[in-house]
């Protein structure tokens, strides 16, 4: 009957939908689901003007940890951190992976100053944290770049980019740190 097709594509698209917006590894959202939260939470922004932030992470020398421990060590170290950010963060907040070793956070309701103060605190945390995977203990760190929404003309792109420019001046200025930027 229709009735009993219909519950079954229910349940197939129940199935499919996490598949589609998350990340496999790491269990976080993936860049396409982080994609349309921002296009969402700029759209909230630009209605009632609420502060918007985002952080891009990086691990640092990430490819020393694949060469020295494996790749299901860096595989360990990814989840690890997935988790150490998702503990440090609000259930409002979208944490990603978007790349290899690198994350996006949004920070809605959240100014560039609470974005330096939730990146530190990761950085800081990172830092300190033991890796501990198949006996061997190793250290990591992260760089981050944070960047506020303030300026209506800026697209997408541009926001991402001025986190994404804050990132890598974090890593030239010697990696283990946070740099920040307005928008405007």
């Not at 594509?9 to 917006?21: G, N």
Request: some cysteine; charged content about 25%; overall charge neutral.
């Amino acid at each position: 009957s229709t009735a009993i097709v219909s519950y079954f594509h229910l349940r197939i698209l129940a199935r499919l939908e996490p598949l589609a917006t998350t990340d496999q590894l790491t269990g976080l959202y993936n860049r396409h689901f982080f994609t349309s939260e921002l296009v969402k939470q700029i759209n909230t922004w630009r209605r009632h003007q609420q502060a918007l932030t985002i952080i891009i992470l990086d691990i640092d020398y990430f490819k020393k940890v694949n060469d020295t421990y494996g790749h299901l060590a860096g595989d360990y170290a990814l989840k690890s951190l997935a988790k150490i950010c998702k503990s440090l963060l609000r259930d409002i907040d979208t944490l990603a992976r978007i790349g290899g070793e690198e994350f996006a956070i949004l920070l809605p309701t959240t100014n560039v100053n609470g974005g330096m103060q939730i990146a530190e605190r990761i950085r800081r945390v990172t830092e300190n944290y033991k890796f501990e995977y198949e006996g061997n203990t190793f250290n990591m760190t992260v760089s981050l770049g944070v960047a506020e929404l303030t300026d209506e003309a800026w697209t997408i792109t541009e926001f991402i980019g001025a986190a994404d420019d804050m990132l890598y001046k974090a890593k030239h200025a010697g990696r283990n740190q946070c740099m920040a930027r307005n928008i405007n």
